[in-house]
């Protein structure tokens, strides 16, 4: 899904944007199956008792606050978090309910670094770092293909080295 035009400048345009990497969702895929495994042993325990019924409504709720809390949460929370490198500026925009975003205008990055762990490295992602002219350095986890990114985004800062 491309960046909202309408939140971009008439000169500026979408360079990157990009999601968090899929490896945050392992561990709510993971809390899913364990749900599910486990609400499906324990309803089987409750069948043949005079109060299954009960005990199968019960596993339900508490199983279906599980998943939101454990599955689908995490899963917006994913999706609404957004890296978007744009012509003129960094933006990183997060939330569900409540947002909060924050933007560094290119013409104020001084560094650009990434760092990756093997596992990082093997997965394709890593984090990016940002210093601007008057801030502490920003990093930002988890970015898919960081070392395209760091390029693509120094290649912003310093455009006249993109010439050779």
């Known amino acids: ?3 909202p035009e309408d939140l971009l400048r008439g ?3 979408v360079v990157v944007h990009k999601h968090p990497h899929w490896k945050i969702l392992v561990l709510p895929v993971l809390a899913l199956l364990i749900i599910v495994g486990l609400g499906s042993y324990v ?3 409750i069948d043949g008792h005079s109060w299954q019924l009960y005990g199968w409504i019960g596993l339900a709720v508490l199983g279906g606050i599980a ?3 454990l599955t689908v949460a995490p899963l917006l929370r994913w999706r609404t ?3 978007v490198l744009t012509t003129r500026r960094v933006l990183v925009r997060e939330g569900v309910l409540s947002r909060s975003g924050i933007d560094i205008p290119i013409s104020r990055i001084n560094t650009v670094q990434f760092r990756h762990s093997l596992i990082d490295r093997i997965l394709g992602c890593g ?4 210093e601007s002219a ?3 350095p920003l990093e930002f986890d988890d ?3 960081v070392e395209r990114v760091h390029s693509l985004l120094y290649y912003e800062v310093n455009p006249e080295t993109s010439a050779t």
């Open 1 to 3: 899904m491309p960046y």
């Open 11 to 13: 000169d500026e345009r």
């Open 43 to 45: 309803a089987a325990l």
């Open 67 to 69: 998943v939101l809390w």
């Open 81 to 83: 978090t957004h890296f």
């Open 127 to 130: 984090t990016l770092i940002v």
């Open 134 to 136: 008057s801030d502490e």
């Open 143 to 145: 970015i898919p293909q």
